[in-house]
């Protein structure tokens, strides 16, 4: 099992940045596919990126490829969402969570362990 807790949302204007970052305790956090997922009031919970353990391979959702990076640091046991050209559509409360294997997700069911969840918030 794997406990996470999110920072680093907050209010920012389209077109700024702001990175999350997601502290991770557990054994099995360097044997885990990690990712971020979302939930924009109303609408039901989308997968964001995800990173295999070792941080070689990555996926993002279509609406976020080439603005979002996912990274992570196995030895300070973090993963990272940077972000990047912001929208007005990005809002949403973003999820750190630890997908159910080693590799690459894109699914919200593809991930067991959730954080609490950090707000962001891209006004226009």
């Known amino acids: 099992q794997v406990q996470l807790v999110e920072s680093g949302g907050g209010l920012v204007q389209a077109g700024g940045s702001l990175r999350l970052s997601c502290a991770a305790s557990g054994r099995t956090f360097n044997r885990a596919g990690m990712g971020w997922c979302r939930q924009a009031p109303g609408k039901e919970r989308e997968f964001v990126a995800s990173i295999n353990w070792s ?70």
């Open 55 to 124: 941080g070689s391979s990555t996926n993002y959702a279509d609406s976020v490829k080439g603005r979002f990076t996912i990274s992570r640091d196995n030895a300070k046991n973090m993963v990272y969402l940077q972000m990047n050209s912001l929208k007005p559509e990005d809002t949403a409360v973003y999820y750190c969570a630890a997908g159910l294997g080693v590799g690459i997700f894109s699914r919200p069911a593809d991930f067991g362990s959730w954080g609490q969840g950090t707000q962001v918030t891209v006004s226009s």
